[in-house]
């Protein structure tokens, strides 16, 4: 929005997976994306082509992923899910098998022993639908969540500890730019470089969405309402 409002270029968004962004941006077939998370959920990609992309660092702090239950759910660990899989009808509500999130949590099951826990693939979308019709029905359910998401202001929700820290600690959020930015689009360049807000930002806009509200209406909603921080970016 604000590279189309405020610099005038015309900007495809492209919603791929995960491991398509990765390898776009490497092969230079796009500019650039604002949702690297690092260094856990996307670290196995960065490893890949971090010599044929830039990092220009982190545009947003205390980012996380896990797996999430509703608040009345007695268990407080991973470990505890085992002993409890009939509860939680032996599945953890995933999303996109391609996610890094995904691999994460195949991993978790492993490394816990979570044998009678099986991890189904999906959609955020499908994901979020399953968790609300079971807090309506005060039933037990495990997804793979992350932080910043709108469910958290939706619903009461709690991470399960992760004792091993398979899932690692607090992330950031990056900005990853194909190689050659810098010279070809020097604006583009130095607005992704100034590019950085918070959580509760991220947030505001997210509950805007899954109210309803149309996101490119909600993207521009917010640069209107907050000037000051559009104006940092654009130094």
């Excluded at 599945?91 to 391609?98: A, E, F, M, S």
């Excluded at 992350?146 to 469910?151: A, E, G, R, V």
């Excluded at 991470?159 to 689009?185: N, Q, S």
């Amino acid at each position: 929005m604000v590279l189309e409002e405020k610099l005038g270029y015309e900007v495809e968004l492209i919603p791929v997976s995960a491991a398509a962004m990765w390898q776009a941006i490497a092969s230079g077939d796009v500019d650039g994306m604002v949702t690297a998370w690092l260094p856990v959920t996307h670290g196995h990609y960065m490893e890949k082509v971090k010599d044929k992309v830039v990092d220009l660092g982190s545009n947003c702090e205390g980012a996380g992923i896990g797996l999430v239950v509703p608040t009345y759910v007695t268990i407080d660990s991973i470990a505890e899910m085992n002993d409890n899989a009939d509860k939680f009808d032996g599945k953890i509500i995933g999303i996109d098998p391609g996610a890094g999130i995904m691999s994460k949590t195949e991993k978790v099951i492993k490394v816990y022993g979570l044998t009678k826990i099986e991890l189904m693939e999906g959609t955020g979308a499908m994901m979020t639908a399953v968790l609300k019709d079971k807090i309506k029905k005060n039933e037990w359910v495990a997804v793979t969540g992350w932080t910043p998401h709108w469910k958290f202001a939706r619903w009461d929700l709690k991470y399960l500890k992760d004792p091993k820290g398979i899932y690692g600690g607090a992330e950031e959020i990056r900005t990853i730019v194909r190689k050659g930015l810098d010279k070809d689009m020097p604006e583009v360049y130095r607005f992704l470089d100034n590019f950085h807000w918070s959580l509760p930002e991220i947030g505001q806009i997210m509950g805007w969405n899954a109210d309803g509200a149309d996101p490119a209406e909600s993207a521009k909603r917010w640069v209107m309402e907050n000037p000051d921080k559009v104006n940092e970016w654009l130094k």
